[in-house]
């Protein structure tokens, strides 16, 4: 199976601030990768897939780059409905593995 | 409005069965693969499976932990998805969640998720 791992697991981070979140696979998966966003008790959200393409309504502060095994997921100014848990996914064989999240706290 | 709405969840002994159901609706069912999620308590998520649609002969996948156990089906005339959950084990609590998905694409619809908890 590929791994994922996202780093930072945990990130604090204040209104108006950029971040940006890591995704490394354990081997190649070209683009096929999708971020998710997740607020306590809800499902995920998809934010962007194929590494870069952003979701239809989801807001262009958040961007997507990457492809092979480094990702980046960054938001480029906080708002406070921004403050989740985020996850990476590869789509590029079974099964379709996340990251183990990376949660986005407030400062 | 597109939308997946799950149920069937509930308290199950270990070794016992239970069977969640997702209808779908907003979109035309039949022309998607569907896929079921799940998160166990405070932990991250993970896929469970995967049934392709008609023109992939409704084929199924599923992550190791589970095959032989679960069984994921379809009744496109009813626009539901099906999860059949055997020999259930106390790993198996989580909130279990359906998914619209694809050939190499993520998973674009969720439904809101039901509860299986597995304890005696």
């Known amino acids: 199976d590929i791994q994922l791992t996202q780093s930072p697991s945990f990130l604090s981070a204040s209104v108006g601030d950029r971040v940006t979140i890591t995704c490394r696979a354990s081997?190649?998966?070209?683009?096929?990768l999708a971020w998710y966003q997740q607020k306590p008790g809800k499902a995920p959200k998809l934010l962007i897939y194929?590494?870069?393409t952003l979701q239809s309504g989801v807001p262009s502060r958040f961007s997507g780059s990457g492809s092979g095994t480094e990702f980046t997921l960054t938001i480029s100014s906080l708002q406070p409905e921004d403050f989740a848990i985020y996850y990476c996914?590869?789509?590029?064989?079974?099964?379709?593995?996340f990251g183990q999240g990376t949660k986005l706290e407030i400062k | 409005e597109v939308q997946l709405v799950e149920s069937g969840g509930g308290l199950v002994q270990p070794g016992g069965s239970l069977r969640l159901s997702c209808v779908a609706s907003?979109?035309?069912?039949?022309?998607?693969?569907m896929d079921w999620v799940r998160q166990a308590p405070g932990k991250g998520l993970e896929w469970v499976g995967r049934?392709?649609?008609?023109?992939?002969?409704?084929?199924?996948e599923y992550v190791a932990s589970v095959k032989g156990r679960f069984t994921i089906s379809r009744d496109d005339s009813k626009n539901s998805l099906y999860l059949q959950m055997d020999t259930l084990e106390t790993e198996d609590t989580a909130v279990y969640y359906c998914?619209?998905?694809?050939?190499?694409?993520?998973?674009?619809?969720w439904g809101q998720g039901t509860t299986v908890t597995v304890s005696s």
């Open positions: 194929a590494a870069s």
């Open positions: 996914q590869q789509l590029k064989s079974y099964p379709p593995t």
């Open positions: 049934i392709r649609k008609k023109a992939n002969s409704y084929t199924t």
């Open positions: 998914a619209r998905g694809g050939p190499y694409s993520p998973m674009d619809v």
């Open positions: 907003g979109f035309t069912f039949s022309d998607h693969y």
């Open positions: 081997q190649g998966i070209s683009s096929y």
